[in-house]
């Protein structure tokens, strides 16, 4: 069908005929009648089949013929600015973008402004909890990766969501966008959506399996590759880099994406021209730029000078962002990734590699990975704008592990999803938040309200109204909602927990902590422990050579606000991981090294900057807690909140308020006497461009900020002389 053929606005034909599109998939035609027609979507089809373009239509065709907005929901923040990105392109035809992500506490007046906003679950969620009066105006809500109501985590958030948009905005009409769901039409049924189920895709999918030198697929044609049998991945990656492709390898442990991708790096390095290394070694280099340099930049920056990266959750943004740019632009060859990659941002490769199919799991040791997140991983292959087809290929030590992977996973279906709500933590934080709003104020209004959600279309009545009794117990017993006849009303207590978007079982540990304040040495140690002790925070694990944690314990004993269990008792084990992320975070904030932290607590960048996030953002509420209680150490907790964000001593506060300040930089100005903002005026730009890790760029920078020389002031040096 050519987009021609669409009866929609020209001003939409022509921006799309800017970016080349002129035609619509199958998938994407069938969706069209209902889409025009202004009716609920689920798209369940293939990855790169072409979900976002359905999404793009909708909201398009409403906005520039009506007046409204849209809000385009996505799981995680780096999708969220990506997508953001893409949309820009709107604004050809006067649609205002806005996107938010963080601050779940702040309702975010500015977003107001726009036609178009894109925000995490989380933050939709957080703005419905605030009332926000332009929600009222949203006529289209895309949920991208609708199938994550599966997941226990962002699930019973992302449900919830829908279900009060339905109920708010009836005629706001809702896109959900996902992969192939098993059971759509009951997830179609609850949205009250025409389903679009599909396997088509535009570039074909050839789904085979490795044995010993050869590939079966599944079409029965075996193919033969050459190489040493030591290594099938080394063979395989060869062989298909020799086709001129891209890879994507899949393994299910962070060590072994270091591991491989070293191994890797020998091989792809041979491939490359002069002109592909020079690119590789500035990329490269652009890891050197960070002000602190870990164990993992440089392991990092050797694989990327090879011409292969690996990628999983620990890594910093800025290195994700690295590995993924430099893939989408096809400079780095071969990534090695952990299935987070699967679910996350759009890389697709040629040929994607599937090593582990089985992963280990803390309570049944190891077991099979999904079909679903085979499927995922198996999606990425084909790019589009230039393969024909996309390989994915998994790998088996002998026949009889090849039968079952064709049996169980290339002929297999994909499970079932089914709702996570009916959790104890999500239906009592989603039952205050929606008490603390007004949405519902009896018990009736309660029923009715959980009743209209996925999980109540997949759960026995009874068995759902025990649940929710038992958590409106629980939320009154603990003060914060109180009974006024047939009406549920939220105390302060209850309002302040859900508008700063805390679990309710936090708010308690806060509040206990808080009360103990009087009868303990106050530290930093012992705020921080009691927000790492929060269900909010997840703790680091304890390995076997964590026993120093214990012996730590005595140096604190007496300034904790949370009681110590006993040795002997099933708590004592997870006391002692909060306890252990609270050190990290004490030790970030007296300003050890980002690789000390890496190397002492066996965890990677991005796993530190996601805990000082997190526990930033629980100080917060610890800080809001004390205010409503009048307890004291608001000011205390100010200046921790502060120190948290920037992993600096109090001395350096001052400082790195300065926009390219970090620690790192205000610690070296601080050694060369300048211990406040106050003390960098009237210094010239050449001293402090002489200052270790500040150079010219940054001396430049401070002096416009202090207001000192203006935007694009020329021959500022001899100006300072």
């Known amino acids: 069908m050519n987009v021609d053929e669409i009866p929609i606005d020209p001003k939409i034909l022509d921006l799309f005929h800017s970016q080349g599109i002129t035609k619509l998939y199958p998938p994407q035609k069938e969706a069209m009648s209902y889409i025009l027609d202004k009716k609920n979507v689920l798209l369940s089809i293939p990855t790169a089949s072409g979900k976002t373009l359905v999404a793009y239509i909708a909201i398009l065709n409403r906005l520039l013929s009506e007046d409204g907005k849209a809000l385009y929901v996505v799981p995680l923040i780096a ?21 938010s992500t963080g601050d779940y506490d702040e309702s975010d007046p500015h977003l107001s402004r726009y036609d178009i906003i894109v925000c995490t679950s989380e933050k939709a969620d957080s703005l419905l909890r605030h009332g ?5 105006k949203v006529k289209v809500l895309v949920v991208d990766e609708i199938h994550l109501i599966h997941d226990p985590d962002r699930g019973p958030t992302l449900e919830v969501l829908i279900a009060r948009f339905r109920a708010l905005n009836p005629d706001t009409q809702i896109i959900g966008l996902s992969a192939t769901i ?17 396997e088509w895709r535009p570039v074909i999918l050839r789904e085979g399996i490795y044995c010993r030198g050869y590939i079966t697929y599944r079409d029965g044609e075996i193919k033969e590759i050459p190489g040493s049998e030591r290594n099938p991945i080394l063979r395989l990656v060869s062989q298909s880099l020799d086709n001129n492709g891209q890879v994507l390898v899949f393994v299910n442990t962070r060590r072994s994406t270091v591991s491989v991708a070293q191994h890797l790096g020998k091989i792809v390095e041979k491939t490359l021209s002069k002109e592909e290394k020079k690119l590789l070694e500035d990329i490269s280099s652009s890891l050197k730029e960070q002000t602190e340099q870990t164990s993992i930049d440089k392991i990092l920056s050797r694989c990327i000078k090879q011409g292969v990266a690996f990628h ?27 299935p987070t990659l699967a679910a996350g941002v759009n890389i697709p490769a040629q040929r994607v590699i599937i090593r582990d199919l089985w992963r280990y799991d803390p309570l049944y040791g190891m077991v099979p990975i999904p079909v679903l997140e085979y499927k995922q991983q198996a999606g990425r292959a084909g790019r589009p704008q230039y393969d024909k087809y996309g390989e994915a290929i998994t790998i088996a030590k002998d026949e009889n592990a090849k039968e079952e992977i064709l049996n169980s996973y290339i002929y297999g279906e994909v499970e079932p999803i089914y709702s996570k709500l009916g959790s104890r933590a999500s239906l009592r934080t989603h039952l205050l938040a929606a008490i603390s709003t007004g949405f519902v104020n009896n018990i009736e209004d309660i029923y009715r309200f959980i009743e209209s959600t996925f999980y109540a279309c997949q759960s026995n009545p009874f068995t759902l109204r025990d649940l929710i009794d038992e958590a409106i117990t629980f939320l009154e017993k603990n003060e914060f909602i109180l009974s006024d006849g047939d009406i549920f009303k939220p105390t302060l207590f209850g309002r302040q927990t859900s508008f700063l978007y805390v679990d309710p079982m936090s708010a308690l540990t806060i509040r206990k902590g808080l009360e103990n304040i009087e009868t303990q040495e106050i530290s ?19 390995r076997r050579n964590d026993e120093w944690v214990e012996e730590t314990l005595d140096q604190y004993r007496d300034s904790l606000l949370v009681e110590v269990p006993s040795p002997w008792e099933d708590e004592y084990e997870w006391f002692l991981s909060d306890l252990k992320t609270a050190l990290l975070i004490l030790d970030w904030i007296e300003e050890k090294t980002e690789d000390e932290l890496v190397n002492k607590y066996g965890v990677g960048p991005g796993d530190i900057h996601s805990i000082i996030e997190t526990v930033q953002w629980i100080l917060h509420a610890t800080r809001e807690f004390a205010r409503l209680y009048n307890f004291s150490y608001v000011s205390f907790l100010n200046d921790l909140i502060m120190r948290v964000r920037y992993g600096c001593k109090k001395e350096l506060l001052n400082l790195v308020s300065l926009k390219g300040i970090g620690r790192v930089r205000a610690r070296a100005l601080f050694n060369e006497g300048f211990k406040t903002i106050n003390d960098l005026r009237a210094v010239p730009i050449s001293r402090l461009a002489e200052i270790p890790t500040i150079g010219h760029g940054i001396a430049k920078s401070i002096k416009q900020q202090l207001n000192e020389i203006k935007q694009g002031e020329t021959n500022v040096e001899e100006y300072y002389r």
């Open 79 to 99: 999708l969220a600015r990506e997508k953001y990105e893409e949309l820009q392109l709107f604004k050809q035809v006067g649609l205002k973008i806005g996107i």
């Open 132 to 136: 926000v009066k332009w929600i009222k």
């Open 182 to 198: 098993r059971n759509a039409d009951e997830l179609g049924r609850w949205l009250n959506a025409e389903v679009i189920h599909s």
């Open 312 to 338: 999983h959750a620990g890594l910093s943004s800025f290195q994700r962002r690295l590995v993924e740019k430099n893939f989408k632009k096809r400079i780095i060859k071969c990534v090695v990734a952990t």
């Open 524 to 542: 930093e140690l012992s705020f921080l422990h009691i927000v790492c002790s929060t269900p909010d925070v997840r703790s680091l694990y304890l």
